[in-house]
């Protein structure tokens, strides 16, 4: 009786369940496994397709009729300054409203509707965000198809987002801390700089760096709101400019391209010696996003460190 | 803890009241649980708290209710009772955390040393700022440990030198031997029982005049509740205690008054059962259902 040994094989009701969980794993390996090499193939094609194209002249020249003069110059600049201006304009509204709305704000109806419309802003497809640009910044306020009006395109463009993505970020946090700081008589904007904020500022970056990601991107809205395709100046202010306040807004009210417009305009040319430059200009677009992310993962990493 | 509490009556007028010699059991005499008089007696030092007919509400829940209880200076006051009874809601009154839960609405006066401390004009922070709280759950900062202590008192505007600040804050919370020489490590990598003296260290910081502690020792282990019983013992010679606490034993030990709340039958609203000076409550309750909680009894 004592060695009697008793039966672990899986069998019946467990060797069902194990069967079960077996296959989920490979679902979802393939499910990574399809995404990952579709991505690594766009890739590769991206790569072979443009790489015999990228030079330092490609980077300097102005485009040109010519697809081996044509250059990326005009849309880089175009692309600095209209991030710079979206980044400044349009991360203090998302996370100081993701602040008030997480931390301040009473917690009613009205809030509540607020909340939903949030979500609701950031689903709407970016050209209609491109046809509000054009009618408040570019005809109302007179901006004309300038940077400022871009920047400030793409900013309301990804306000909703970085919201949502920095009120997650903060509800992350947990309440002991708050009510730990407040507990010790903190006020309530002493218990979020202090206690709050640094916890939460590593999901904030993640989110503002997907944001900023998308409107680096973005072509629809800033096509709609009339960024040129065809530019033979550099967009924004010169290097002499910052010295001059008045020359520095001059140099944001000009006209600009950016590099997905350039991009796109050399995409639909019929001629394949400009699909090798689109290529190019992709991987040009793809190193700067990654050189964004690079930077978020470096900030988030010294926050987490503090 | 005799001594201690020998030497804790030099100076004070009205005499602490005596500490149980042992706890009242099932098998008790009927001379052991005379019923009589008004379980509830208000204790005679001077008060620190004065609640009238406190409740609280949760939305359209009624959670405690016609609470009247003195809480008096220099003594540690205890409250115990069944799960889910208001004990963490009425402490919460006492230092309006429960602003902080947007469904809660306090009824009747709360009054610290004689000012209604939901009047109009005072500022929650203020009162936070005198009666300082320790939680249940240690929730050190994620933040050196001298940040820790120091942050009360920095966002206070108290002076000093942090470095002092957090010394003279840890000795009194008996931490200090422990952690000397980590000051700047972080306060998370510590102990449990020595985050939760690392969280009364950060209390006393502030420079309260009373501390509220809400099962401060229910995620400790023995040695490190002996520990901060015998801090709180050392403690209340300076500040007046209100501790949450579901260890009968513990409440014997530490306290010199406790209050028995309980929620009534079918999950109704919690209210104050029985309340006198601890040494009564547990050898000669007045109340049968004081007397059956204590003893295990209860449901
Ligand atoms: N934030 C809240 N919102 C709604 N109801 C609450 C809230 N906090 C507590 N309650 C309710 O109030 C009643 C008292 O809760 P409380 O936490 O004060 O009990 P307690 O005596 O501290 O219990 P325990 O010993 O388990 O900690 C419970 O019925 C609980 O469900
Ligand atoms: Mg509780």
């Given amino acids: 009786m004592a060695n009697q040994s008793i039966r672990l094989r899986a069998g019946g009701a467990v060797a069902r369940r194990q069967l079960v969980s077996r296959a989920s794993r490979y679902f979802f390996l393939g499910a990574t496994v399809l995404g990952v090499s579709i991505l690594l193939f766009l890739g590769y094609e991206t790569i072979v397709t443009g790489a015999s194209r990228l030079s330092l002249d490609f980077l300097t020249n102005y485009p040109s009729r010519f697809a081996e003069k044509a250059g990326l110059r005009p849309a880089m600049f175009g692309t600095f300054w209209l991030m710079l201006i979206t980044i400044f304009t349009s991360i203090p509204i998302a996370i100081g409203t993701a602040i008030w709305i997480e931390e301040f704000a009473p917690r009613n109806r009205l809030m509540t509707i607020v909340k939903i419309n949030l979500a609701n802003l950031a689903g709407v497809p970016s050209i209609i965000y491109g046809i509000l640009g054009l009618t408040i910044f570019v005809r109302f306020a007179g901006m004309d198809r300038s940077l400022l009006a871009g920047g400030f395109t793409l900013a309301l463009m990804i306000i909703p987002m970085t919201v949502i993505a920095s009120q997650e970020a903060i509800r992350q946090v947990p309440p002991s801390l708050r009510d730990g700081a407040l507990a010790l008589g903190a006020t309530r904007w002493q218990a979020v700089r202090y206690n709050v904020l640094p916890n939460a500022i590593p999901g904030i970056m993640t989110g503002t760096i997907l944001s900023i990601s998308r409107a680096i991107g973005e072509t629809a809205a800033l096509l709609m709101i009339g960024g040129f395709t065809f530019i033979r100046f550099d967009p924004g202010p010169n290097l002499v400019d910052f010295a001059d306040p008045a020359a520095f807004l001059a140099g944001l009210n000009e006209s600009f391209t950016v590099i997905p417009i350039q991009i796109y305009a050399w995409s639909i040319d019929s001629r394949r010696e400009f699909q090798a430059n689109a290529a190019a200009a992709i991987i040009v677009l793809m190193v700067g996003v990654m050189a964004l992310n690079l930077l978020a993962a470096v900030i988030r990493e010294r926050f987490r460190r503090n | ?299």
């Avoid at chain 2, 030092?45 to 509400?57: N, S, T």
């Avoid at chain 2, 000397?180 to 020595?194: A, C, I, P, T, Y």
């Fill in chain 2, 1 to 299: 803890m005799r001594e201690l509490t020998a030497e804790l009556r030099q100076g004070v007028t009205i005499p602490r009241p005596e500490r149980p010699r042992r706890i009242l059991t099932p098998d008790a005499t009927a001379a052991e649980r005379v019923q009589s008089e008004d379980p509830i007696r208000q204790p005679p030092e001077d008060a620190v708290f004065r609640l009238q007919d406190v409740g609280l509400w949760y939305g359209a829940k009624h959670a405690i209710s016609g609470i009247t209880l003195d809480i008096p200076v220099n003594r540690v006051t205890a409250l115990i009772g069944p799960s889910g009874c208001g004990k963490s809601s009425l402490l919460r009154c006492l230092n309006r955390m429960n602003d902080l839960i947007p469904s809660a609405r306090v009824e009747g006066t709360v009054e610290y040393h004689g000012a209604d401390i939901y009047a109009k004009s005072v500022d929650p922070v203020e009162v936070r700022r005198r009666i300082g709280m320790v939680f249940q759950k240690p929730n050190p900062f994620p933040k050196s440990i001298q940040d820790n202590v120091v942050f009360g008192a920095k966002v206070n505007g108290i002076e000093g030198s942090s470095r002092e600040i957090a010394e003279r804050a840890l000795k009194q919370a008996a931490l200090w031997d422990e952690v000397k020489n980590d000051l700047k490590m972080s306060g998370l990598e510590l102990s449990g029982g020595q985050q939760q003296r690392l969280c009364i260290a950060r209390a006393l910081a502030v420079q309260p005049d009373v501390i509220l502690m809400d099962e401060p020792c229910s995620a400790l282990d023995p040695i490190a509740t002996l520990k901060i019983e015998d801090l709180i013992r050392e403690l209340v010679k300076e500040y007046t205690i209100i501790i949450v606490t579901h260890n009968m034993q513990q409440a014997a030990r530490v306290s010199d008054y406790t209050a028995f709340l309980l929620a009534q039958e079918h999950g109704l609203n919690g209210t104050l059962i029985e309340y006198g000076p601890t040494n009564e409550i547990f050898t000669q309750p007045r109340e049968q259902r004081t007397e059956d909680y204590i003893t295990g009894r209860f449901g």
